[in-house]
């Protein structure tokens, strides 16, 4: 392993760095990034990913394939202080440094190219070229001129046919937008998907061990490793952002953190928080486990509880100590997936109605199509916290809300917030470096914190 770029004395690090975009969602970003990723891990060297916006599944398995923790960054939800120090710190350990793009590479603001261009990162676009040639490059020259503050260095053509395919697509490209890569049509690399995405990396983890090799010898032949190494480094500034010392304490509180195949949507950037304000975090499966650890709070994150709701239902001994442990007036947070398991019932996509917690007044029932998603803030009573929303259920007989997510731009109510008791529930996956103190607060801290939230300038999603 070569050494990573030291930083100077004025708090910048240095380290190549890609941005790993493409026209549309759909065309082989993470399959890409990650073969990438497992490639340059074989040859020994250090590669730091980060994907774009606010996914759960994509950096599970980007984390397997890199060997390294993954981060979401996004303008928005996290603010230029946050990307900008994870980034830096990245640069400072890394040999190289991967950034997956979301959707299209303009889609959205902030977008994978306002981000790009925020931190001078160059892209390159991977694009599914099934069923065109020359097109191909018509697209490529127009995103390449579409904004003169983004660098795009070149094509990744994937799901290519054949040599001669390769070469009509890479004679009708203009020289500044060169073709980087060729990556045939190929089965044994391609990631399975479900409903809400990628499936998890914990459910197919040798399956994806196999795929990732697939794509690190197809990306080999290409020698697209050996270019990007070789690329000028890009400069990292350091960030100043809350330390340790002046977060908000949450010393001496255990937080009970449900995670297993249903309750997996888990930021371990909010992990990272919870632990530095002091808190001690007990994980356990609602799936398999008979009760809660002993904790001063429980957190009910997201997941797939539709695709295990009959194992849900048949643990009664977890769900008489979920119900005992909010009888107790314990706080509780349930987000999207804990929402639906905290509803009295959850209906599948097979039709299979089973009980849930019955915490909330409600039903849960998936949806086969069309969904929610986008930004929010959560106006939550402790204080506003940055979130977003992905979901394809409804939830019908809730309680009044005690509030509603604040789009970002759009005027019409987001998801709705309930209380009962201690207990906090939404379809809202909130990003707790946001606001630390408001999240403390959510948690049992007692003595009231100023809200520290981070603020950038309001930007439109996909609501």
């Given at each position: 392993?070569?050494?990573?770029?030291?930083?100077?004395?004025?708090?910048?690090?240095?380290?190549?760095?890609?941005?790993?975009?493409?026209?549309?969602?759909?065309?082989?970003?993470?399959?890409?990034?990650?073969?990438?990723?497992?490639?340059?891990?074989?040859?020994?060297?250090?590669?730091?990913?980060?994907?774009?916006?606010p996914d759960y599944l994509?950096?599970?398995?980007?984390?397997?394939?890199?060997?390294?923790?993954?981060?979401?960054?996004?303008?928005?939800?996290?603010?230029?202080?946050?990307?900008?120090?994870?980034?830096?710190?990245?640069?400072?350990?890394?040999?190289?440094?991967?950034?997956?793009?979301?959707?299209?590479?303009?889609?959205?603001?902030?977008?994978?190219?306002?981000?790009?261009?925020?931190?001078?990162?160059?892209?390159?676009?991977?694009?599914?070229?099934?069923?065109?040639?020359?097109?191909?490059?018509?697209?490529?020259?127009?995103?390449?001129?579409?904004?003169?503050?983004?660098?795009?260095?070149?094509?990744?053509?994937?799901?290519?046919?054949?040599?001669?395919?390769?070469?009509?697509?890479?004679?009708?490209?203009?020289?500044?937008?060169?073709?980087?890569?060729?990556?045939?049509?190929?089965?044994?690399?391609?990631?399975?998907?479900?409903?809400?995405?990628?499936?998890?990396?914990?459910?197919?983890r040798d399956d994806l061990?196999?795929?990732?090799?697939?794509?690190?010898?197809?990306?080999?032949?290409?020698?697209?490793?050996?270019?990007?190494?070789?690329?000028?480094?890009?400069?990292?500034?350091?960030?100043?952002?809350?330390?340790?010392?002046?977060?908000?304490?949450?010393?001496?509180?255990?937080?009970?953190?449900?995670?297993?195949?249903?309750?997996?949507?888990?930021?371990?950037?909010?992990?990272?928080?919870?632990?530095?304000?002091?808190?001690?975090?007990?994980?356990?499966?609602?799936?398999?486990?008979?009760?809660?650890?002993?904790?001063?709070?429980?957190?009910?994150?997201?997941?797939?509880?539709?695709?295990?709701?009959?194992?849900?239902?048949?643990?009664?001994?977890?769900?008489?100590?979920?119900?005992?442990?909010?009888?107790?007036?314990?706080?509780?947070?349930?987000?999207?997936?804990?929402?639906?398991?905290?509803?009295?019932?959850?209906?599948?996509?097979?039709?299979?109605?089973?009980?849930?917690?019955?915490?909330?007044?409600?039903?849960?029932?998936?949806?086969?199509?069309?969904?929610?998603?986008?930004?929010?803030?959560?106006?939550?009573?402790?204080?506003?916290?940055?979130?977003?929303?992905?979901?394809?259920?409804?939830?019908?007989?809730?309680?009044?809300?005690?509030?509603?997510?604040?789009?970002?731009?759009?005027?019409?109510?987001?998801?709705?917030?309930?209380?009962?008791?201690?207990?906090?529930?939404?379809?809202?996956?909130?990003?707790?470096?946001?606001?630390?103190?408001?999240?403390?607060?959510?948690?049992?801290?007692?003595?009231?914190?100023?809200?520290?939230?981070?603020?950038?300038?309001?930007?439109?999603?996909?609501?």
């Open positions: 392993m070569s050494a990573p770029e030291s930083t100077n004395a004025t708090g910048s690090a240095r380290c190549p760095a890609v941005f790993i975009a493409a026209p549309a969602s759909g065309q082989g970003k993470t399959t890409v990034t990650a073969a990438l990723a497992r490639l340059l891990r074989n040859q020994g060297k250090v590669v730091r990913v980060f994907k774009t916006g994509d950096p599970q398995i980007l984390e397997q394939a890199s060997g390294q923790p993954v981060d979401q960054l996004d303008l928005w939800m996290a603010g230029e202080a946050y990307c900008r120090q994870r980034l830096h710190q990245a640069a400072t350990q890394a040999d190289l440094i991967l950034v997956e793009g979301a959707m299209g590479l303009f889609d959205g603001e902030p977008s994978s190219a306002d981000l790009a261009a925020r931190f001078g990162i160059p892209m390159m676009v991977v694009m599914d070229v099934k069923g065109m040639a020359q097109t191909a490059a018509a697209l490529m020259t127009g995103l390449a001129g579409f904004r003169q503050d983004v660098r795009i260095l070149g094509l990744i053509a994937n799901n290519c046919g054949s040599q001669r395919h390769r070469e009509l697509i890479e004679q009708a490209l203009p020289d500044s937008v060169p073709m980087l890569a060729c990556v045939a049509r190929n089965a044994e690399m391609t990631l399975p998907e479900r409903h809400l995405g990628l499936v998890q990396a914990a459910e197919i061990e196999t795929r990732f090799d697939a794509g690190a010898r197809a990306l080999e032949a290409e020698g697209l490793a050996a270019y990007l190494l070789a690329q000028p480094p890009v400069h990292f500034d350091a960030a100043v952002i809350d330390d340790e010392e002046s977060l908000p304490s949450l010393l001496g509180c255990t937080i009970a953190v449900a995670r297993d195949a249903a309750f997996s949507f888990l930021y371990q950037a909010n992990l990272d928080l919870l632990e530095a304000m002091g808190a001690e975090l007990r994980f356990f499966s609602p799936l398999a486990d008979p009760a809660v650890p002993v904790s001063d709070a429980l957190w009910l994150p997201g997941g797939y509880p539709e695709l295990h709701g009959g194992q849900l239902a048949t643990n009664q001994a977890m769900a008489a100590s979920i119900r005992a442990f909010h009888e107790a007036g314990k706080p509780i947070l349930a987000e999207c997936g804990g929402l639906l398991y905290c509803l009295q019932s959850l209906t599948d996509y097979d039709g299979q109605t089973h009980p849930m917690l019955g915490l909330l007044p409600g039903d849960g029932w998936m949806r086969s199509r069309r969904g929610c998603q986008g930004m929010q803030t959560a106006d939550l009573p402790e204080g506003p916290v940055r979130a977003h929303a992905h979901h394809r259920s409804i939830a019908e007989g809730t309680p009044e809300p005690i509030a509603f997510g604040r789009r970002q731009r759009h005027p019409a109510p987001g998801e709705a917030i309930f209380r009962q008791r201690q207990l906090t529930a939404t379809y809202l996956h909130l990003f707790f470096p946001n606001n630390p103190a408001a999240i403390a607060r959510l948690f049992g801290a007692e003595a009231p914190q100023p809200a520290t939230v981070v603020e950038t300038e309001e930007c439109q999603g996909c609501n």
